[in-house]
């Protein structure tokens, strides 16, 4: 049977939204892993749209974060909160501001007591973790998602060597791996969680898509030893390992 991968999105361009490229290259080394993939965007109001060429918000446009997230999937986009995670095998989300703004508040909050995530991305997220089913999270959705949606879960998670994003995994209660470099990922095997700090590490686009290719690889590879150990097996594993 074909597995699931759901990715979420939270708009369409860096400043404001999904980054475009790290969402497009996890959507091709998706399709070329033979997965079907399920889009999806919470259909909440964009918290301001950016004008890419200036770097300033745009006067009066209010679209939905899905609207601007279909533009990235041609239109084959869903309501996350019309989505189930029992339909899913595998979870992703790329970076961009969006993640930080529009997914959850980290772009805006004081402290990281005050940082949530939206209720449905929310609720997605803690349901896969719950199921034990694997989950990927690109850029600065580790600590602006991840961290904020599983507080006290003690993840081992990496955005590279951002400051902010480092205290704000540790003030949620998890484990910031500092320095991890584009092209590398980390994998937190007891959560089932795996990181890749793309843009936050580096504007190569080769490395980028080394590390998300590497992403993709292993959140399936969970997907498969899921499947291979349901013999009732207990062999123990190592809580996180890097993948260079």
Request: net charge negative; with cysteine; charged share 20%.
């Amino acid at each position: 049977m074909t597995k699931k991968v759901g990715i979420i999105l939270s708009g369409c361009g860096y400043l404001d939204g999904s980054e475009i490229h790290e969402a497009t290259l996890t959507l091709l080394h998706l399709a070329k892993a033979g997965v079907e993939v399920v889009a999806m965007a919470p259909n909440i109001q964009h918290s301001h749209v950016m004008d890419h060429l200036t770097g300033k918000p745009y006067e009066n446009e209010h679209p939905s974060v899905l609207s601007m997230a279909a533009r990235i999937m041609r239109g084959k986009i869903q309501d996350i909160a019309d989505v189930r995670s029992e339909d899913l095998d595998a979870l992703i989300v790329p970076g961009g501001f969006g993640a930080a703004k529009n997914l959850s508040n980290y772009a805006y909050a004081e402290t990281a007591a005050d940082m949530v995530v939206e209720i449905h991305t929310q609720g997605m997220i803690q349901d896969m973790h719950n199921a034990g089913k694997p989950m990927g999270f690109l850029c600065i959705a580790p600590a602006a998602v991840a961290a904020v949606a599983l507080k006290g879960k003690g993840i081992n998670l990496t955005c590279g060597n951002d400051p902010k994003a480092a205290l704000t995994c540790i003030r949620c209660g998890h484990e910031h791996v500092d320095g991890a470099r584009a092209h590398e990922t980390l994998v937190d095997t007891a959560h089932k969680i795996v990181c890749s700090p793309a843009y936050m590490a580096s504007e190569d686009l080769g490395d980028i898509d080394t590390g998300i290719a590497k992403l993709v690889r292993e959140v399936l590879a969970m997907v498969k030893t899921a499947e291979t150990s349901a013999d009732g097996s207990n062999e123990e594993k190592p809580a996180l390992k890097a993948v260079q």
